[in-house]
């Protein structure tokens, strides 16, 4: 799409005025206004906002076909490989032991969540062929894994008082 190609400053303007709109929008009670009348009638509209907002940063639908590539070239080494799939408990646990530190388990938890870093880790691994075979879905699966633990801590640390 002509216009859209700009460098690293360009997606830090884009990113920077998003958040200028978006933050107007929480300040003037738009968004509570906006939150109420979806959760009210079920919308979902933050969703379909967040899609939006997704859709728009990585250039349409070219960002969803990255991880449909990248899954689709994991194949089913995940199977060959159980003895892998231990690397996600790895992340939760070396992120629980945040409570040596006197935080709460919840949050080292959610700080585990994260899947960009790894799909990237995957990919550039995978191409330059330093992985083995059944690292990559493992590291894949790790990322999920931590993804799901952090759904299930996120609901024990909402229910903390503050």
């Not at 958040?19 to 509209?45: E, M, P, T, Y």
């Not at 032991?97 to 870093?117: E, K, Y």
């Amino acid at each position: 799409m002509p216009g859209w190609d700009c460098s690293a400053p360009c997606w830090h303007f884009r990113a920077g005025a998003m958040f200028v709109v978006l933050r107007h929008f929480d300040l003037n009670g738009l968004r509570r206004r906006v939150h109420h009348v979806s959760a009210q009638r079920k919308f979902a509209l933050e969703l379909r906002l967040d899609l939006v907002l997704l859709f728009a940063i990585t250039e349409g639908f070219l960002g969803t076909l990255y991880f449909v590539w990248l899954g689709a070239s994991l194949d089913r080494a995940l199977g060959s490989y159980p003895s892998m799939m231990v690397l996600g408990l790895g992340a939760i646990a070396v992120h629980g032991a945040m409570r040596l530190t006197g935080q709460p388990v919840g949050l080292g938890i959610l700080a585990a969540a994260q899947l960009g870093v790894p799909v990237s880790a995957v990919t550039l691994g995978a191409q330059s062929g330093v992985l083995a075979p059944g690292e990559g879905p493992a590291i894949v699966l790790g990322a999920l894994v931590t993804i799901a633990a952090a759904a299930v801590a996120s609901r024990f640390v909402a229910r903390r008082p503050a």
